[in-house]
Nanobody, 120 residues
Framework: QVQLVESGGDLVQAGGSLRLSCAAS????????MGWYRQAPGKQRELVAG???????DYVDSVKGRFTISRDNATNTVYLQMTSLKPEDTALYYC??????????????WGQGTQVTVSS
């Protein structure tokens, strides 16, 4: 079994910062891509940021220059540093990971979500 456990969501004022963390644990051969999605009420889930095992990153345009994704391969943890937060960043943030559970079998896993609320 594989679990992704997120933490770091909170209520913050506009202009503030938060750091989200997500740790993968369980029967893992190797963690490949990791990243963060978010879903605001009444909106579709969108990819916020992704990072490959080698460290290549990608961001949705709306967070470029404000959010930074990073990871620690030794602990199978991905982070999302969020700065200059805006009310439109308010959403439930989900961690995801593509994980090899054996040398030959990869599956996608999701965290339970952590709420980020930005007040104006």
């Amino acid at each position: 079994q594989v679990q992704l456990v997120e933490s770091g969501g909170d209520l913050v004022q506009a202009g503030g910062s938060l750091r989200l963390s997500c740790a993968a644990s369980g029967s893992i051969f190797r963690v490949n891509d990791m990243g963060w999605y978010r879903q605001a009420p009444g909106k579709q889930r969108e990819l916020v940021a992704g990072i490959t095992r080698g460290g290549s990153v990608d961001y949705v345009d709306s967070v470029k220059g404000r959010f930074t994704i990073s990871r620690d391969n030794a602990t199978n943890t991905v982070y999302l540093q969020m700065t200059s937060l805006k009310p439109e960043d308010t959403a439930l943030y989900y961690c995801y990971a593509k994980i090899l559970v054996t040398r030959w079998y990869e599956n996608n896993y999701w965290g339970q979500g952590t709420q980020v609320t930005v007040s104006s």
